[in-house]
């Protein structure tokens, strides 16, 4: 997952205080792995580092931490009651507008109480840096290390009606997708647009598509069949990772005829799933949405996402 700097910096603006919670070592069985952190303030929290009553209790003892950090071990078993039979270490750093903007921006290290830099982390930044890898969380003689995270994925949703809006809602939360959502005009937006997502109203949409990355993924779906058919040309001549259309096999029959008219080849025109999504789920844009996210985030790679989608 890495460190959701974002995120931190989002709930600081909103909220002031803000303490980080992270699961800094695991001893055995634990709910989540390293890395894994919730944020919590004085009425609320997002994020969770599972387990139940340590994620409960870890809340309620942040609420009123005094120290700038704290570590803390708890056995997860004779402690708490869980059925884990591990045991977990907590780092727990209060952040505010004051310290906010001292962190970087692609490793954090920080001491978990005070102490000089052991050499052995200056060893792991150094290669780190060097090679331009991000090294996995982990608690080094004292400090704690964690990459940025960078989502890896970036994903283009055209349309904000109300299938657009679901999907969003479903995938805006999942670290790995930086959302890119274009529309004909800000009022097809939501009022509040989920953290993490770039609103994009654009009068003419398709003329967007030479910005998207060229490993971009792609969902079509928007209020104007004119417009869909529009976006899957300018697509076809771009590049992309993954593009899906909504709609219905005799919709994808006539974009085929008229994408074949406008010189694309069989072969690329296929590249293009439609439909999308479970059709056994319903027609509910919350189904759709649910039948889309499943099968987009599959790790069997796209060729098996579009094959599936296609069946």
Not at 181 to 204: H, I, L, M, Q
Not at 289 to 294: C, E, M
Request: net charge positive; with cysteine.
């Amino acid at each position: 997952m890495g460190f959701d700097l974002e995120t931190l910096r989002e709930a600081v603006k909103t909220h002031g205080r803000v303490i980080r919670v992270v699961i800094a070592g695991i001893k055995g069985s634990s709910p989540r792995e390293v890395g894994a952190a919730m944020l919590v303030w004085q009425d609320g929290q997002s994020g969770t580092i599972g387990g139940g009553t340590l994620e409960f209790q870890a809340a309620e003892a942040a609420r009123i931490q005094t120290a700038q950090s704290r570590l803390t071990h708890h056995a997860l078993g004779p402690d708490m009651g869980q059925c884990c039979g591990g045991a977990v270490s907590l780092l727990s750093e209060v952040y505010d507008r004051n310290n906010i903007n001292d962190l970087g921006d692609s490793i954090i290290a920080r001491p978990t109480s005070g102490q000089n830099m052991p050499l052995s982390v200056k060893r792991l930044l150094t290669e780190a840096r060097g090679q331009g890898i991000a090294p996995e969380a982990q608690l080094i003689e004292g400090w704690m290390v964690e990459s940025v995270h960078k989502p890896a994925r970036a994903l283009w949703v055209w349309g904000a009606g109300h299938v657009g809006r679901a999907l969003v809602d479903v995938l805006s939360p999942l670290p790995d997708l930086a959302i890119t959502w274009v529309d004909t005009g800000s009022k097809r937006f939501p009022e509040t647009v989920p953290n993490g997502v770039t609103a994009v109203p654009a009068a003419k949409p398709a003329e967007l598509v030479r910005h998207a990355p060229r490993d971009a993924e792609h969902l079509v779906l928007t209020y104007s069949h004119n417009l869909d058919l529009e976006l899957c040309n300018r697509l076809l001549s771009h590049d992309f990772r993954f593009a899906g259309l909504i709609g219905s096999a005799t919709k994808w029959a006539r974009f085929r005829s008229r994408l074949a008219a406008l010189g694309h080849s069989p072969e690329r025109i296929s590249r293009i799933t439609c439909p999308i999504g479970d059709p056994g789920l319903g027609k509910h844009p919350q189904m759709i949405a649910v039948g889309v996210a499943s099968q987009l985030l599959r790790p069997i790679g796209q060729n098996n996402l579009k094959k599936d989608l296609s069946a």
